[in-house]
Structures are given as structure tokens and as C-alpha cells.
């Protein structure tokens, strides 16, 4: 069957589904499979009948990520989008022991396939890449192998105003120009207050680093912190340090409607 949320329904096994229940209105309907391309149909008008689908299987993207000495890199976020846009143009996966990936279910057309070290994984200080113009076909795979850039560090210490060392500070940097936006990198500032960001493109101008702690009720020193940004910062920088003001401030008041109702 065909998965959906929301107001959800299976198939049955002749491909029939009914949504029912809803109110008079115009409707977004999406049918979800693990075998076939996620579709959509966008103003289908309520009470009615005839929303047909017609599901494809899609193509596969499929190659290797590999280091700038030519060997694989396991652990990679893959992912590729339809360039230009449609529907269910997306694709994402990791990379094997080898390097390899495999991604599925992708319509047909042509797509942008970039690498990322993907969310809370370790940093392996490489810059992660991109390749446009990749045609992928109907029930064909199409190959593309990426080579990942060799990176440079921004490193640097964060502080309080009173030059105490912070540990635990996350730290997150983007590169600032439209073309290279998807490059980040992220690290944590241990005891000393010291970071390393791993994997900066020393290709692009500059990266907007932020430097937080998150304050759940205050962490490690009971101390709440403001956040600093800095941004345009060069990769040939050779010290970044940051200072984080204590956050004691507050601002109340009250929020009421025209007629003076809370």
C-alpha cells in the first residue's frame, strides 16, 4: 500500500484509496511508497472523485565519494535535487565502507549531487563538493563520483567577558556567498574554551561563524550565555576568538487584544 499522514489511507490491492472526512476545500494529495517516486497532485477540490495517480519507479543515481588521494570515504550524506525543481525531485543516502552510494526512486530529469558530513557526523576535514547536470533516465542507473576537496581550519577560544574559558560552546560557520552557502562546518569548544571548524573551503571569501551555548535551565556553570556572530571571516584567518556576554537581562510586559483583553 501507499503511506500518507495527516488524513492518511492505504491503497487497496486494486489501487483503490477514498480519503473521506474532509471538508469542502481544495486539497494537496501525496502518495508515498518505498518502491516508487513520491507524487503529488496540488488543488484537488473536495467532495470529488478521479484523482488518479500514475507512479513511476524513477532511475538511481550511483557512485563513489572519495578522498583528494583517491580512496573511498565512508560515512558521507549524499543528496541530490532536481535542477530545475519538480516534484519529488529529491534523493538522499550514505556512503558505504567504500565510499559507494546508491540513491533510489529518482524521476527522471537532470539533478545538482552534493556531498555534506551530514548532521552530528564526525568532521573528517574535507570540503564536501558538487556536480550539476546529472541526467538520470527512467529504470537506468547514472553515475556520478565525487572527489572531496582537502580543507584548512578556523580555530580560535571562546570566553566570557571576564576572559574565563567556556566549554561546551557550539560553534557553526557557513560560507557567506550565494554560490558556496551549503558549506559548513561545526565544532564544540572543549574546557579550555579552544575549537577547531574542520573542512573550510579555502576557495570562498569568507564564513559567518556564530559561537551559542545552549541554556536549558543553564549548563556545566549554571551560567546562561548570549550568542556572537562574526561574520566574513577569512579562511586564512589565523586566531578567531569569541566572548560571550552572560545573559541576566530580562524584558516583561503584557500582551493584550484592541479592547484591552489579555
Do not use: C, H
Not at 81 to 110: I, N
Not at 246 to 255: C, E, L, P, R, T
Amino acid at each position: 500500500g501507499y503511506y500518507g499522514w495527516g488524513n492518511s489511507y492505504i491503497t487497496d490491492w486494486n489501487g483503490q484509496y477514498a480519503i473521506k472526512n474532509l471538508p469542502a476545500g481544495k486539497y494537496t494529495v501525496s502518495i508515498y511508497s518505498a518502491d516508487y517516486v513520491r507524487t503529488s497532485r496540488w488543488g484537488v477540490q473536495a467532495p470529488s472523485s478521479g484523482a488518479d495517480f500514475v507512479l513511476s519507479r524513477g532511475g538511481r543515481i550511483v557512485g563513489k565519494v572519495k578522498a583528494p588521494d583517491g580512496g573511498g570515504v565512508s560515512g558521507m550524506w549524499v543528496y541530490a535535487y532536481a535542477d530545475p525543481w519538480r516534484d519529488g525531485g529529491w534523493a538522499w543516502g550514505y556512503t558505504g565502507a567504500d565510499g559507494s552510494y546508491t540513491l533510489t526512486r529518482v524521476p527522471a530529469g537532470s539533478y545538482v549531487v552534493r556531498t555534506s558530513m551530514g548532521w552530528g557526523a564526525t568532521d573528517k576535514g574535507y570540503v564536501p563538493v558538487s556536480v550539476r547536470g546529472v541526467v538520470v533516465a527512467e529504470d537506468q542507473n547514472t553515475t556520478a563520483d565525487l572527489t572531496l576537496k582537502t580543507g584548512v581550519t578556523i580555530s580560535g577560544k571562546v570566553t566570557d567577558e571576564a576572559g574565563q574559558a567556556i566549554g561546551g560552546v557550539s560553534l557553526w560557520g557557513n560560507a557567506n556567498d550565494s554560490d558556496s552557502w551549503w558549506l559548513y562546518s561545526s565544532a564544540l569548544s572543549v574546557d579550555n574554551g579552544s575549537y577547531t571548524l574542520k573542512g573550510i573551503s579555502p576557495d570562498v571569501d569568507g564564513y559567518d561563524i556564530t559561537a551559542y551555548k545552549w541554556s536549558w535551565g543553564g549548563q556545566g556553570d549554571g551560567k546562561k550565555y548570549g550568542r556572537q556572530v562574526k561574520y566574513a571571516v577569512s579562511p586564512k584567518s589565523a586566531s578567531v576568538d569569541f566572548v560571550l556576554p552572560i545573559a541576566d537581562g530580562s524584558v516583561s510586559g503584557k500582551v493584550v487584544d484592541a479592547k484591552g483583553n489579555p
